[in-house]
């Protein structure tokens, strides 16, 4: 695991499981708001990387770039770039619709990040966020159906984490009701993930559909908190249950990604105690910082294992 010189440099040169990485410009700020150097975010990368990686294994990874810092301009990558280590594994997906990756057309070449040296080269390349399908690829890099179901509490204008956590607790519920134990996630934005693990893989299509029923059903029965459109005059003090991230094409922000938002904050696993604590209490539950996760993983352990 590299460790973050003791005098900051511009540029160092770290043996990363074997794998000799040049990390540069270590200074820059990439948080303005907090003066969070790059040097910083790896270093919360690497000692958080026993918990992410299994998260990420298997799984293509969409990368949001921002080169010069938050605030500034940012992209999305999901190619692996022009210069990417042979040792880095790839994958050649299909370019995805709805009901997943396809046979046909185009082709898209993701990274794998599945080991600590891929992380950090990642990183290193100013890739805050990491954003996975809810399918994976096998070991020959063949699609694989969906694993889990996501859904995406996103507060409207006049709502808040506070306002997510009481309807999470209704979803869990109808979750439940269909067999599906739920597991929290705060978003490291505004809002809550929550993710339900599948005994065996489904078509995207299958598990969008699920996700879309759940939502509109919640809309049916509580239509003053939830709303299962994604027209965002609509919701205005609600809690948009967005089910969309279950298509194949479609990405999360994975948990243990840092956040492009203006102080570095991450998707942080949470467990059903603190969720019902903010559904309580508005100041009961926040997003968390990098040294809080840090912390928590020390105490906890992965709560998303």
């Given at each position: 695991?590299?460790?973050?010189?003791?005098?900051?440099?511009?540029?160092?040169?770290?043996?990363?499981?074997?794998?000799?990485?040049?990390?540069?410009?270590?200074?820059?700020?990439?948080?303005?708001?907090?003066?969070t150097?790059?040097?910083?975010?790896?270093?919360?990368?690497?000692?958080?990387?026993?918990?992410?990686?299994?998260?990420l294994?298997?799984?293509?990874?969409?990368?949001i770039?921002?080169?010069?810092?938050?605030?500034?301009?940012?992209?999305?990558?999901?190619?692996?770039?022009?210069?990417?280590?042979?040792?880095?594994?790839?994958?050649?997906?299909?370019?995805?619709?709805?009901r997943?990756?396809?046979r046909?057309?185009?082709?898209?070449?993701?990274?794998?990040?599945?080991?600590l040296?891929?992380?950090?080269?990642?990183?290193?390349?100013?890739?805050?966020?990491?954003?996975v399908h809810?399918?994976?690829?096998?070991d020959?890099?063949?699609?694989?159906?969906?694993?889990?179901?996501?859904?995406d509490?996103?507060?409207?204008?006049?709502?808040?984490?506070?306002?997510?956590?009481?309807?999470?607790?209704?979803?869990?519920?109808?979750?439940?009701?269909?067999?599906?134990?739920?597991?929290?996630?705060?978003?490291?934005s505004?809002g809550?993930?929550?993710?339900?693990?599948?005994d065996?893989?489904?078509?995207?299509?299958?598990t969008?559909?699920?996700?879309?029923e759940?939502?509109?059903?919640l809309?049916?029965?509580?239509?003053s908190?939830?709303?299962a459109?994604?027209?965002?005059?609509?919701?205005?003090?609600?809690?948009?249950?967005?089910w969309?991230q279950n298509?194949?094409?479609?990405?999360t922000?994975?948990?243990?990604s840092?956040?492009g938002?203006?102080?570095?904050?991450?998707?942080t696993?949470v467990t059903?105690?603190?969720?019902a604590?903010?559904a309580?209490?508005p100041?009961?539950?926040d997003q968390?910082?990098?040294?809080q996760?840090?912390?928590?993983?020390?105490?906890?352990?992965?709560?998303?294992?």
């Amino acid at each position: 695991m590299p460790k973050k010189p003791e005098h900051p440099q511009t540029e160092v040169h770290v043996d990363v499981e074997g794998r000799t990485l040049r990390l540069t410009n270590l200074e820059k700020v990439l948080y303005p708001s907090t003066g969070t150097t790059k040097g910083e975010v790896l270093d919360y990368y690497a000692r958080v990387a026993p918990v992410l990686l299994p998260h990420l294994a298997g799984r293509p990874v969409t990368r949001i770039r921002w080169p010069h810092g938050v605030g500034d301009m940012s992209f999305f990558e999901k190619n692996a770039p022009a210069g990417t280590p042979s040792w880095v594994r790839t994958a050649e997906v299909p370019t995805t619709g709805s009901r997943g990756p396809s046979r046909h057309g185009d082709t898209l070449r993701f990274p794998i990040i599945d080991q600590l040296a891929t992380l950090v080269w990642a990183v290193n390349l100013a890739a805050l966020e990491l954003h996975v399908h809810q399918w994976t690829v096998d070991d020959d890099g063949d699609p694989v159906g969906a694993d889990r179901i996501v859904i995406d509490l996103d507060p409207g204008e006049g709502a808040g984490l506070h306002e997510c956590c009481g309807v999470a607790l209704l979803v869990r519920d109808v979750l439940a009701e269909r067999g599906y134990d739920a597991l929290p996630v705060t978003s490291g934005s505004k809002g809550l993930h929550l993710y339900a693990p599948l005994d065996e893989p489904l078509p995207s299509d299958e598990t969008s559909a699920i996700a879309k029923e759940i939502a509109e059903e919640l809309q049916a029965a509580h239509g003053s908190l939830v709303t299962a459109t994604m027209t965002k005059a609509r919701r205005r003090g609600k809690v948009f249950l967005d089910w969309s991230q279950n298509a194949g094409s479609k990405t999360t922000v994975a948990p243990y990604s840092l956040r492009g938002t203006p102080r570095p904050q991450v998707a942080t696993p949470v467990t059903w105690d603190e969720v019902a604590e903010g559904a309580d209490d508005p100041l009961g539950l926040d997003q968390f910082s990098m040294a809080q996760v840090l912390e928590r993983v020390e105490q906890y352990g992965d709560l998303f294992a």
